[in-house]
């Protein structure tokens, strides 16, 4: 499996990035999952669900399936900060390409997405793990680079470049254990 990450602020594009992304790598076969950040709290089942339901009366996971579908909800007892690493682990092991959004700050490769319009400082000069940057300015980042500058608004091009350099992102996950 190889696993790239997406970093960069909010509004920056990260999103509809890698939903582009997606529907290119399984054109040429390859299966992909997804690995999301999310801050404070979040659902997805709603109130009056059955998966609410169960989750509310206390228990501390609920695994719902279908004939095409999984999804586990687990709840934590105690505030838990799982690492991206651990969140990798729970993953399919059968998937070719796993996508980070988020997790700025993890110890993956990742690609950094920056748009000069944000008026937000860019990471790649202070991030060893940045090996290239999306963006629709390229004239107008804040500093030369030797990285790799792709283009944020051409999701093919982004794919050829990934699977290009595709060794680089071979994920062990023995290193992270």
């Known amino acids: 499996m190889k696993v790239v990450g997406f970093a960069g602020y909010s509004c920056s594009g990260k999103t509809m990035l890698v939903e582009q992304l997606i529907p290119i790598f399984r054109l040429q076969g390859m299966r992909v999952s ?28 609920v695994v719902v399936a279908s004939d095409k579908r999984l999804a586990l909800i687990r709840e934590f007892e105690q505030p838990a900060q799982l690492t991206v ?21 993890s110890d993956l490769l990742k690609i950094e997405v920056w748009r000069a319009e ?26 030369a ?9 051409d999701p093919d091009s982004v794919v050829s470049w990934l699977t290009a350099h595709g060794d680089r992102f071979d994920y062990r996950s023995e290193i992270y254990a």
């Open 34 to 61: 997804v690995v999301k950040h999310a801050h404070h709290r979040f659902d997805i089942d709603h109130v009056g669900k059955d998966t609410y339901r169960h989750r509310e009366a206390g228990a501390f996971e």
């Open 85 to 105: 690493h651990q969140l990798i682990s729970e993953l399919y092991d059968g998937v070719d390409w796993v996508l980070v959004e988020g997790f700025k700050e």
């Open 118 to 143: 944000s008026h937000k400082p860019a990471r790649y000069m202070d991030d060893d793990f940045i090996v290239a940057i999306a963006t629709d300015s390229p004239g107008q980042l804040p500093q």
């Open 145 to 153: 680079t030797g990285l790799d500058v792709l283009d944020l608004n």
